[in-house]
């Protein structure tokens, strides 16, 4: 069985650094796992085209929901809610296995966690809450 915790999945954990949440975001969305408790704050601020431009994170999870986070945001600026939507419905499909790995930069790290549904849950916060927070276009939380 392939390790569920690399060392390239730990170290994605501390890209996190990169992205606190601070200050104000017109896009805000709060997500929990209902298998693990793992919890996201997100916020996001995006561009006249839509396009995310800057974000900020709290993330309280595991390393799985750590590092799903951190490949999320790496990548999130110059992406709409479309794209995020499209990424999510992927990302569920291939959890399901019923797709192919989604096309995300980053996104191959976090394949050791596909054998542990457990940590699906975690894997998916940080796509659940660009998302919503995306798809809501109003201030929140």
């Known amino acids: 069985m392939t390790k569920l915790y690399t060392p390239r ?3 994605l954990s501390a890209e996190l650094a990169a992205f606190p949440l601070n200050g104000t ?4 969305a709060e997500t929990r796992s209902r298998t693990c408790g793992s919890t996201l704050i997100l916020g996001a601020e995006c561009g006249p085209d839509g396009a995310v ?3 900020g994170m709290q ?3 595991c390393a799985i929901g750590q590092s799903s986070a951190a490949v999320m945001a790496l990548e999130a600026r ?4 479309a794209d995020f939507e499209r990424t999510l419905a992927t990302i569920e499909a291939w959890l399901g296995h019923e797709g192919p ?3 995300w930069p980053g996104i191959d790290a976090l394949e050791p966690a596909l054998p542990h549904p457990a940590r699906h849950g975690a894997l998916l916060l940080p796509w659940k809450a660009m998302s919503e927070a995306l798809s809501s276009g109003a201030v929140t939380g």
């Open 9 to 11: 999945l730990l170290a």
């Open 25 to 28: 975001y017109s896009h805000n």
């Open 53 to 55: 431009e800057r974000l």
């Open 78 to 81: 110059g992406r709409s809610a």
């Open 101 to 103: 790995m989604p096309d």
């Open 59 to 61: 993330v309280a999870a």
